[in-house]
């Protein structure tokens, strides 16, 4: 015999707030974690040592001819220059409730906050990084509507290599790394391969706003090992280029002069400094009695970045990072 009218629980039915909410996984927004600590020189601030990182530049002398058997009497003075470099504190709180704590699902909503602020930390931390592209001087390459190629990337190594100065070329030391938003990679990759929008290839792949429009492989292109491995593994198989390690950060200023354009950057590993007073530490505070079971959580460190030869150790790389089309 069939059964009439059975009872149902949940939305819209006989019993519909019967039913509760479980909430079966609990998941953490990501950021980008971000890569310029791996390609700067990390200096650390000794306790005890005062407020700043101090790097001293010693100037140049300069070697003469001179006659066969006479005195040298073009004796020259040293010359030094200070580079100072003052950490600040950088932190992030959250207070989590007593009475949250009880009655929360999320068994684990302590360490998972921690984690939530050690993620903010770093995103703080890298994006100040990248922030310091700005600081190099040097002539910037590119601008807000080029779209980034091969021979940018070239120009910025060769700038790189005779310190940005014909008069007094400085050659900057290896490593040299450049750091790139990955919305810059993409027609750098399609250039690469080559693609082209005509099987004849006499128009580039990679256009102003995104709408790259490849669709076909250029002359050299499959057949050569950089090109087949861009096709394979996309923008990670960039590598290196001109002589410089590639790396992508979503961190990288993606809003220059107001457009959709980034500045990255090519620049010594020398070049980029990072300063570490205090490493990050969480320090969970559940003292104040008043509070009724509360939980303050604290993260703080203390660093700085900046740079080093402004300007003949870095150089901006400036072109169209739109969100790709096609």
Avoid at 4 to 31: M, W
Wanted: with cysteine; aromatic share 6%.
């Amino acid at each position: 015999m069939a059964t009439q009218n059975p009872v149902l629980a949940g939305p819209s039915q006989a019993l519909d707030t019967s039913l509760p909410t479980i909430y079966s996984e609990f998941l953490l927004l990501r950021d980008e974690t971000g890569v310029m600590r791996n390609v700067s020189t990390t200096y650390k601030l000794q306790p005890n040592s005062g407020t700043s990182k101090n790097l001293i530049n010693y100037g140049r002398v300069i070697a003469y001819n001179v006659p066969d058997g006479a005195d040298i009497t073009q004796s020259q003075a040293l010359s030094d220059f200070n580079t100072a470099y003052t950490p600040s504190e950088v932190a992030v709180q959250v207070t989590l409730a007593g009475s949250t704590m009880r009655r929360v699902q999320d068994t684990d909503l302590l360490q998972r906050t921690g984690r939530i602020l050690n993620n903010a930390y770093d995103l703080k931390e890298d994006s100040d990084g990248t922030a310091q592209f700005s600081s190099f001087s040097s002539t910037d390459l590119g601008g807000a509507s080029t779209v980034l190629s091969p021979g940018i990337m070239a120009a910025a190594a060769a700038q790189l290599r005779v310190g940005i100065s014909l008069a007094n070329p400085e050659p900057a030391p290896d490593p040299i790394n450049c750091v790139l938003h990955p919305l810059q990679c993409v027609p750098l990759a399609g250039r690469l391969v080559p693609f082209t929008d005509v099987p004849t290839g006499t128009t580039v792949y990679g256009t102003d706003g995104g709408a790259h429009a490849g669709v076909t492989v250029g002359v050299g292109g499959i057949g050569s090992s950089i090109g087949e491995q861009v096709i394979r593994k996309g923008l990670g198989a960039l590598g290196q280029i001109a002589g410089m390690s590639i790396f992508q950060d979503a961190n990288v200023d993606s809003s220059t002069a107001g457009t959709a354009a980034a500045t990255g950057c090519a620049f010594a590993k020398e070049g980029m400094i990072y300063v570490s007073e205090l490493e990050p530490r969480l320090d969970n505070d559940t003292s104040d009695k008043s509070m009724r079971g509360a939980v303050e959580l604290n993260l703080w460190g203390s660093y700085v970045w900046g740079v080093y030869r402004a300007a003949n150790y870095g150089v901006n790389i400036i072109s169209d990072c739109s969100l790709p089309t096609s």
